[in-house]
């Protein structure tokens, strides 16, 4: 399959729920939050020059930080098809997230 570019990795997760954490370090952690708690899934991004796309090789320990199913998902996610209700409404299903607050 083709790669994500990191860039667009790294600006559809702040549409999705995920906040940067701003520490300093080699690497850009997002972590979700759903009613201004994290909920556990987080990712992160890698800065070095081999990482300037994401393959299936990167993306499936992604998937598991993100708490989806399939790569399928993490593309959906990652390329907008899946806004970030649908993602909430996935974590809740999975009971990742409580259904009521």
Request: some cysteine; charged content about 30%; overall charge positive.
């Amino acid at each position: 399959m083709s790669q994500i570019p990191r860039d667009k990795i790294e600006s559809a997760l702040p549409q999705k729920g995920f906040v940067l954490d701003a520490a300093k370090s080699s690497h850009k952690y997002f972590y979700h939050e759903y009613n201004g708690k994290r909920t556990g899934a987080y990712t992160y991004t890698s800065h070095g020059s081999n990482y300037k796309a994401y393959g299936d090789t990167l993306l499936k320990p992604m998937r598991m930080q993100l708490r989806l199913d399939t790569l399928k998902e993490v593309r959906d996610l990652l390329l907008c098809p899946m806004d970030a209700d649908m993602y909430n409404k996935k974590l809740i299903e999975k009971g990742v997230i409580p259904k009521h607050p």
